[in-house]
C-alpha cells in the first residue's frame, strides 16, 4: 500500500505538471505594427468605457500630433484639427463614462478639451507648460492640471470645478517641476500628486496635502485597480526602477527585476501591470503577480528603441516605440486550468442509505469515508487545493457505491461529469486523478459510456489493476479478507459485518451483492 500512495503521489505531480497553464500572458506577445512613424508617441489612452476608442500623441521634430482609434488600435487617424500651437502632448484624459470628452495638456500651449471625441477642441486654460491633465471619474466639470516646472510662476497644481473657465492653485504644494495627478476612482476625494521628485497625499479633493516618503524622478504612477492602497511609481533618474507602496504611500519598497528606466505604467482589469521602458531593458515589460518579478513581452525587432506611451484594457496592450511607430497586441490570458475530479479506491466512500440501509442509491448519495478524508487522501485533496483548485468549483470527488458493477459506475461517473463538473466549467473537459478501483471506473467510462470520452481530458491512475488483482479473486471465490491492504481489509470487513445474512457464507454474501470486486 506504502508503494502504491508512493505512485499515486508521484502521478498526482505529473497531473498538476501536465495541468498547470502557463502565466497569464506569453514571454513575448505578438506584436503587429498599426501606425509607423520617425517619432515619438509619448502617450497612449485607452478610453475606460470603450476599449475601441484610442487616442495617442506623436511627438515630431518641432511640432506633434494627435490621433485616434476606433477599432482598438489597428487604423488611426489625425485629430488634430484646430490644434496649431504648441510642441507635444504630454498627456491626455478620457472622462470614464464618456469617450468622446477628452482632455489634454499641451506643452507650450496650454490645456485643451473636447466634447466630441476630437473634431474641435476648446482651450480652456493660458498655461504655457502644461505637462498633466486629469479629469474627474464622476464630474466631468472638476479637472486637474499640473503645469511643468522652472518656467515661471505659473507652475504648480491647480483644479478647475467648471470645466476649465477658472483655476485654483495648491499654494501649500511646491510647485518648481513637473506633476502628474492620480485619483482613487473608489474614493475620488483621495488626490495624488506626482511632483518630480516628491510625492503627496490628499484625502479632501486636494484642499490639504501631505508629503510622502519617496525621493525619485519623473512623475507617472498608477493605482493598483484591485485595491487602491497600493500604488507604483516608476523612477527614472534618481535609483532607476519601480517602487510600491501597499499602504497609500505611507511605505515604499522597490519592485523591480530588470535594469532601465521605467517611464510609464499602465494596468489591466486583471491587475497585470505592464511598464514602458526608455533605456537599458529596453521594451515592454510585464509584472504579473505583484512580485519583484518582471518579464520583457516586448518584440526583439524593436532593439534598443526606447518605449514611451503605453496603456493596456481588457485582451489589448498598445505602446508608443520611438521612431517605429504604435504597436498592438492581444494579451489574451490563459484559459482557466481544467477541473479535477478525484475517484478514490475501493471502499474509501460512505453512504448510510446505501450500506447501512440498504437502500437503491444514486452518486449523490456518497461521499468520501469519513476515515480516510485526512490520513489518507487529506494530503491529496490539500495539494490540489494549493495548486488553486477549489473544492466544488473546479476540484471534485467523484464518491460511488463500491458494490455495483464497474459498468454501472461508470455511467454514475458520466452523470456526474454532466451534472456536476461541466455545469460549473463551462466547456472544460476534466482531468481524472483515481486510485485503484477508481482508475478502472474512469477507464470504463472513457472507454466504454457513450459520451464519456468528450467530458475528460485525461486520466492519472496509481495502485490501480489495470490488469486484474489477485486479492479481489480471493475475495470474490474465497470470501477471504485481504490482510495487507488498510484499506480493502477495512472495506471488506465493514461489507461483512454490515451484510452478514441471510448468506450462509462470505462468499456467497460477495457474489451475490458486490459484483465490483468480480471486475477487479
Known sequence: MKLYLRLFFLFLSLTLYLNHTSPSYASQLNWISTYSSFGEPTTIKIAPSDRNIVYASLRLTNSFDLLKSTDGGLTWKSIKSNLTDGLDVNWISVYKTNPDVVAISLWNSGAYISEDGGQSWSKISNFSYTRSIEIHPTDVNTIYLGVGGNHGGDSGLYKSIDKGVTWTKFNNLRSDNNAQILIDGSAPETVYADIDPDFFRSYDGGNSWVQLPLYRAYANSILDNRDPNTVYTPSFDIDPGIYKSLDQGNTWNKNISFVGNPFRLTQNETGVIFSSVASG????WQNTDGSASWQNVGDVAWGSSPTWGIDAKGEKIIVGVAGLGIFYANVNPSPAPNPVVFIPGFGASWSYNGLVLNWQTTYKDWSLFPKFTDGYYGPLLTSLQSAGLKTDQNLFTFAYDYR?????????????LTNEVATRNASLKA?????????IIARQCFEKTIGCSDKINKIVTAGTPHQGLTASYDFWEGGKVVEKDLLRRFSENLIVHLISTPF????DLVQANFPGVRDL
Open 281 to 284: 531593458d529596453a521594451g515592454v
Open 431 to 439: 482531468n481524472v486523478v483515481a486510485h485503484s478501483m477508481g482508475g
Open 504 to 507: 450462509g457464507s462470505v462468499k
Open 404 to 416: 455495483k458493477s464497474i459498468t454501472d459506475n461508470a455511467v454514475s461517473l458520466n452523470s456526474f
